[in-house]
């Protein structure tokens, strides 16, 4: 079984407070760690209203250096393993609300701090879990660039956000793959777990997929449909940065699959089986 709780989502939930950022907690096939820290400290807040102990995770993977999935970084108890892309300590600026947009602590702070496992190449970090490492842009409609960001105050140098990566988890059922905003492109990294797994079957995405603007984005994310469609995609968690009318496309336009709406606080049990062990 995967077990997932949202600790930090744009989306208020009840109780739970949202957030310009994601973190969740996951559990697969008995072992937990964390993908991303939201935008400050309310992962932990949130945590503990679920009953979580994140003392407990020793695992901590990063999807890349946006702020909005690192500023809770230094709130994390030492002693943690911390996943990410070198890329990711890199400085950026946002180019829409002029700030600035990179990682809240640098490399030698947190190695003093952490083990940081800072790798370009994919690495199976527990059993059946894959930090999927750099993200080859192969998929033609799937943008070469981030727009969302650049690398100076200046707002001149284009951000490619090379650190952009995610999690696949292989299951019995197929692959289930986490992303954090999708900046290389949903189907660009699905097609890289699929070649970092050896598994082609697909049975669930989650999470962000860059995805923000019904009408300017609208081949692109038709594209998208017609690529789930083709991959089978049983199931879709969607959020962050997938705006409420992207969604609702995707649930008009993908009615055979599962969709299910992120917002902090919610708690999914998915039913799904690790892989069978071969004898050689």
């Not at 935008?39 to 003392?55: C, E, R, T």
């Not at 001149?156 to 988890?169: F, P, R």
């Not at 995405?205 to 789930?228: A, C």
Request: hydrophobic letters at 35%; aromatic letters at 8%.
């Amino acid at each position: 079984m995967i077990k997932l709780k949202i600790l930090s989502e744009n989306r208020d939930n009840g109780l739970f407070i949202g957030e310009a950022g994601l973190s969740v907690w996951i559990e697969a096939f008995g072992q937990q760690f964390l993908l991303d820290t939201g935008y400050s400290d309310l992962f932990l807040k949130n945590a503990q209203l679920l009953n979580l102990d994140l003392n407990k995770i020793s695992t901590v993977v990063l999807t890349h250096g946006h702020s909005d999935h690192t500023n809770g970084v230094p709130y994390l108890n030492g002693g943690k393993t911390i996943i990410l892309h070198p890329a990711a300590f890199k400085e950026r600026w946002s180019i829409r609300r002029r700030i600035y947009l990179g990682m809240p602590i640098k490399q030698e702070r947190l190695e003093k701090q952490h083990k940081v496992v800072v790798t370009k190449q994919p690495l199976e970090f527990c059993e059946n879990c894959y930090f999927l490492g750099e993200i080859p842009m192969v998929v033609d409609f799937e943008a070469k660039g981030n727009f969302a960001s650049t690398l100076d105050k200046n707002l001149t140098q284009t951000d490619y956000t090379e650190d952009d990566s995610g999690i696949a988890i292989t299951t019995v059922q197929g692959l289930f793959i986490l992303t954090g905003c999708g900046h290389r492109g949903v189907c660009n990294t699905i097609e890289h777990a699929k070649k970092v797994t050896g598994q082609n079957q697909i049975y669930a995405v989650f999470g962000g997929f860059h995805l923000r603007n019904l009408e300017k984005q609208k081949d692109v994310i038709n594209q998208t449909i017609s690529y789930l469609k083709a991959n089978n995609v049983k199931e879709l968690y969607l959020g962050h940065c997938v705006t409420d009318d992207v969604i609702g496309y995707f649930e008009q336009n993908l009615r055979e699959v599962k969709i299910v709406r992120l917002a902090a606080g919610k708690e999914f049990d998915v039913q799904l089986l690790p892989p069978t062990k071969t004898n050689n």
